[in-house]
C-alpha cells in the first residue's frame, strides 16, 4: 500500500485501555499454553495498531512542522505513550506470571523475556508525569531547529540546506556557512540552554524516583542495554583515544596538505579536496533510479525491497521549508512498511541515504513478516550494523552516483568512517559527564565540551566562529537532547561495518551472505552474541580498533592516486 494512502486514526484511549486490560485479565486465568500464545499473538495486533498510527503521526508531522493537524497527534502521543506503555507492561507482567513462563521461553526465546525485564527498570508509572514533559521538550527542540530560516547566498536555507555549503571548496564560502549555523544556534542559545538544562534536570528525576543514582543507569535500561555496561562502554572509548586517535591526526595532516592547509580549522573539516568534495550527478529522481539499479544488482531481496520502497512512496528526501531536519527510518507495523526520511541538499549525503537509511529499511522488510514485533527490533546498535555496513557494499555501484568521482567518494567515506568514531565517543563521554553531575551550569557543560573535543578532536581548530569556539557545538547535535546515550551505538556499529568492509574487499559475495545472515537474525539476539555468531571482533576486546585502523590506513596509502 502506498504511504499516502495509509489511513491515520488517533487510538481511542479508553478502547486501547479495555483491550489491554481485558488481555492482561485473560492471561492471569488462562488454563493452557496455546491459549496464553493466543492472547499474545492479539497483545501484538493491538501494539501493531498503536506503533502505526504512531509512525504515521510522527512521519506526517516531520514532513511538515507547521501542519496543526499533525502537531497535535504529535502532542497527543508526545502526552499519551508513557500511558500506553504502562498497559503494555501491566500485560508484560502477567505474562510472566504465567504459570506457563518456562514453555514460553522455550518458544518465543530467553531474550524476549529478558528485554521485559529491562523495560521494567526503565519504567513506572511514576515517572509518566516527568516522560511527558520530556517528550514536549524534545518535540520543542526540533521544532525549533526546524524553523531556521537563514538568509544565504541570495536564498532562504534551512539548517540541512546550509550544510551543504560547510563543505565547499571555497573556504570563504565554508567559514561563512559555518558563521550562519552558529549564528542562528547563538540567536537561541538561551531556549536551548533551558531546554537541556530542563531535559537534565527531568531525566535526573526520573532516576530518583526509580531509585537510581543518576540517569546513566536508567539511561542504559531505557536504550535497552541487554549485553554491555557502561564500564564496558568506556573500555570502548579509552580504546579508541589510545588506538585510534593517533591514526585520524595523521590522517587529518594529509586531508590539510590536500586542501592546501596548514592545520584544520573547524569548518575545514568536511571539505576533504582541494576542487571540492564528491558530489552525486544527477536530480534527486535520478538518484533514486540509480539506487533502483543498485539494489536490484546486489541481491535479489534487495531488489524486491527498493521496488517496494519507491513503488509504494515509502520515501520523502527532498528538503524544503517547515521539514524537520535530519533523517530517519521507522517502520509502520500494521502495513508492514519501512518509511526513509531525509533531506537532499546536494552532497554525498544524498546517496548515504540509499544507503544508511536504505540499510534500516532493508532490515525492517525482511523481518517485516516476523509476528512478534519485539524480535523482529534488535537493538540499536544492531540496527546502525545494518544502516553503516550497507554503505560499505554499495561501494561497488558508486560509478552510478559519482562517475569519475567515485574513487574520490571511497577515499572521503572511508577517512569519514573512522575520524567518525572519535566524535560518537566525545558525545558519548560528554552525556556521562552531564548526568553524572547534573547540577552544572550551561557554561560547565560548554566546558566539559570543550575540553572533549580536545581530547578527542585535537586536530581541529574551533576558534574564529563564537558558538563553537565556546562550546556550544553539542546543542547542534539532536541525539543529546532526545535520545540519551544513543550516539555510543553508531561508534560500536561503525566498527561491525569497517569489518564487514574488509570482508567485501576479499570477497564481495561471500561477505554479502554474511551481511545478510547478520539482519535475518533481527531481534532474536544480543549484539554481543549476533557480532561473535559473525565471526566479527567485539569492539569491546583490546586490539579491535587497533587491527580496524591498520588495514583502513594501508588502502588509503594504497589508494593515494585516487585522491
Known amino acids: 500500500m502506498k504511504f499516502s494512502e495509509m489511513k491515520y486514526q488517533r487510538p481511542d484511549e479508553e478502547v486501547v485501555q479495555v483491550k489491554y486490560t481485558e488481555l492482561a485479565d485473560s492471561v492471569k486465568g488462562c488454563k493452557t499454553l496455546e491459549k496464553t500464545v493466543d492472547l499474545l499473538l492479539e497483545h501484538e495486533k493491538l501494539l501493531s495498531e498503536y506503533q502505526s498510527m504512531e509512525a504515521i503521526a510522527y512521519i506526517r508531522h516531520s514532513v511538515d512542522t507547521t501542519n496543526e493537524a499533525y502537531e497535535k497527534e504529535q502532542e497527543f502521543f508526545d502526552s499519551y505513550s508513557p500511558q500506553f506503555e504502562q498497559l503494555r507492561q501491566n500485560f508484560y507482567k502477567a505474562l510472566m506470571d504465567s504459570p506457563f513462563l518456562p514453555q514460553l521461553k522455550e518458544e518465543l526465546g530467553e531474550l524476549f523475556f529478558k528485554n521485559i525485564e529491562i523495560s521494567f527498570k526503565a519504567f513506572s508509572p511514576e515517572i509518566i ?15 525549533l531547529l526546524a524553523s531556521a530560516q537563514i538568509e544565504f547566498d541570495g536564498k532562504t536555507l534551512n539548517l540541512s ?110 571539505c576533504l579536496f582541494l576542487n571540492g568534495n564528491p558530489k552525486p550527478k544527477g536530480t534527486p529522481d535520478e538518484i533514486l533510479q540509480n539506487g533502483r539499479k543498485m539494489y536490484r544488482e546486489m541481491s535479489k531481496t534487495t531488489g524486491e525491497f527498493i521496488d517496494y520502497m519507491l513503488g509504494n512512496g515509502l520515501m520523502d528526501v527532498l528538503s524544503k521549508k517547515g521539514k524537520a531536519g535530519g533523517g530517519y527510518c521507522t517502520f509502520i ?29 532493508f532490515a525492517a522488510y525482511v523481518s517485516k513478516d516476523m509476528e512478534i514485533l519485539e524480535s523482529a527490533s534488535p537493538t540499536l546498535e544492531t540496527c546502525e550494523c545494518h544502516s553503516m555496513s550497507m554503505e560499505f557494499f554499495a561501494w561497488p555501484w558508486q560509478e552510478l552516483f559519482f562517475k569519475e568521482e567515485a574513487s574520490k567518494y571511497r577515499t572521503m567515506h572511508l577517512e569519514s568512517a573512522l575520524s567518525f568514531i572519535p566524535y560518537g565517543v566525545l558525545v558519548d563521554e560528554f552525556q556521562h559527564i552531564v548526568y553524572e553531575n547534573p547540577e552544572y551550569t ?6 566539559a565540551w570543550l575540553e572533549l573535543e580536545k581530547k578527542y578532536r585535537p ?14 557545538g553539542y546543542q547542534r547535535q539532536s541525539h543529546i537532547y532526545s535520545s540519551p546515550f544513543y550516539y555510543i551505538d553508531y561508534c560500536l556499529a561503525q566498527t561491525i561495518a569497517l569489518q564487514f568492509w574488509i570482508k567485501n574487499q576479499e570477497d564481495h559475495g561471500k561477505a554479502f551472505e554474511s551481511y545478510l545472515e547478520f539482519v535475518e537474525k533481527a531481534g532474536t539476539e544480543t549484539y554481543v552474541d549476533i557480532v561473535k555468531d559473525s565471526g566479527l571482533d567485539s569492539p569491546f576486546e583490546d586490539g579491535t580498533m587497533k587491527k580496524i585502523s591498520e588495514t583502513v590506513t594501508m588502502w588509503l596509502k594504497e589508494n593515494e592516486t585516487a585522491q
Open 442 to 447: 550551561p557554561q560547565q557543560r560548554k566546558g
Open 129 to 143: 508525569d516527568l516522560i511527558q514533559k520530556e517528550n514536549q521538550l524534545v518535540t520543542e527542540y526540533q521544532k
Open 161 to 270: 540546506q546550509l550544510r551543504a555549503y560547510q563543505e565547499d571548496a571555497d573556504e570563504k564560502v565554508r567559514k561563512t556557512a559555518y558563521e550562519k549555523t552558529g549564528g542562528f544556534f547563538n540567536e537561541h542559545s538561551q531556549r536551548l540552554d533551558e531546554i537541556y538544562d530542563e531535559l537534565v534536570r527531568i531525566r535526573t528525576e526520573q532516576a530518583a524516583r526509580l531509585g537510581y543514582k543518576n540517569y546513566v543507569e536508567l539511561g542504559y535500561y531505557r536504550m535497552q542495554r541487554n549485553c554491555y555496561t557502561p564500564e564496558m562502554v568506556k573500555v570502548f572509548r579509552d580504546q579508541t583515544a589510545k588506538d585510534l586517535i593517533p591514526v585520524i591526526d595523521l590522517i587529518k595532516q594529509n586531508q590539510a596538505k590536500r586542501i592546501g592547509k596548514k592545520s584544520l580549522k573547524l569548518y575545514d573539516d568536511s
Open 333 to 361: 507495523p500494521k502495513y508492514k512498511a519501512p518509511y526513509i526520511f531525509a533531506n537532499f541538499n546536494g552532497t554525498s549525503g544524498d546517496v548515504d541515504v540509499l544507503t544508511h537509511e536504505a540499510g534500516h529499511a
Open 459 to 472: 586536530y581541529l581548530d574551533l576558534k574564529g566562529i563564537p558558538f563553537f569556539e565556546n562550546g556550544g
